[in-house]
């Protein structure tokens, strides 16, 4: 009897871990989110160069994080949100610019971006298939991507650009799946932070794909 409720509340207490763990790290993709519109928001009058050191400086904090670890969670965190504000101001040009073009296709984009990463996000929490192939299969089939993204910049492909912004969800529909999967399984809240960039950049890379495609930008005319 001793021992059953031993191993019950030893249940209760990984699942109240779980819980938090989630919770925290759904809240740093929210609060990254945040400071992505700001970014967005503060670049859009700021001309291409600010939009390129943004990207520099965004990922430039990504690394930083790495090595923040050691040190203090509060500075990974503050790492995290400069991510999203640096991240939003390198796409501030591109995103004013569909905002003051196709401001319906944006957010027709969000709406989509939403269902996309709940739907995939939970598949990928609930499976207890390993997903770590799906992260493999999709770190090539990324590359793959780019190569064929740098194609379509010099050879007018008809359709291509659709087939671009297609396979990209399916590559990120993976690369989503394997992030919640990770999420379930870490038993660490120091590895929140680094859960919550990689989520984020998921929601990032699918809101891209179709903005591209309710724009017009991944038909051909």
């Known amino acids: 009897m001793t021992g059953s409720l031993t191993y019950r509340t030893m249940g209760t207490a990984a699942r109240s871990q779980a819980h938090d763990l989630f919770?925290?790290?759904?809240?740093?993709?929210?609060?990254?989110?945040?400071f992505f519109a700001l970014g967005a928001f503060i670049g859009r009058d700021l001309g291409s160069g600010a939009a390129f050191l943004g990207f520099i400086a965004a990922f430039a904090c990504l690394i930083g994080m790495r090595f923040a670890a050691?040190?203090?969670?509060?500075l990974t965190v503050a790492l995290l949100w400069a991510f999203g504000l640096l991240l939003g101001l390198g796409l501030?040009?591109?995103?004013?610019?569909?905002?003051?073009?196709n401001p319906r296709a944006v957010w027709q984009a969000g709406i989509a971006t939403g269902l996309f990463i709940a739907a995939?996000?939970?598949?990928?929490?609930?499976t207890k298939r390993d997903l770590a192939v799906v992260a493999r299969i999709g770190f090539?089939?990324?590359?793959?991507?780019?190569?064929?993204g740098i194609i379509l910049i010099f050879i007018n492909i008809p359709g291509g650009a659709l087939v671009y912004s297609v396979l990209g969800l399916v590559i990120f529909a993976?690369?989503?799946?394997?992030?919640?999967?990770?999420l379930r399984r870490a038993d660490d809240t120091t590895s929140a932070p680094f859960l919550a960039a990689s989520i984020f950049l998921d929601v990032v890379n699918v809101f891209l794909?179709?903005?591209?495609?309710?724009?017009?930008?991944?038909?051909?005319?």
């Open 92 to 101: 501030s040009m591109t995103l004013d610019f569909y905002s003051s073009v």
């Open 120 to 126: 995939f996000g939970a598949g990928g929490y609930a």
């Open 70 to 74: 050691r040190r203090s969670q509060h």
């Open 23 to 34: 919770a925290q790290t759904m809240g740093y993709v929210a609060a990254t989110a945040g």
């Open 209 to 221: 794909f179709f903005l591209a495609i309710f724009s017009g930008g991944g038909t051909d005319r």
């Open 174 to 182: 993976g690369y989503t799946m394997f992030d919640f999967q990770r």
């Open 140 to 148: 090539w089939a990324l590359l793959g991507l780019i190569v064929f």
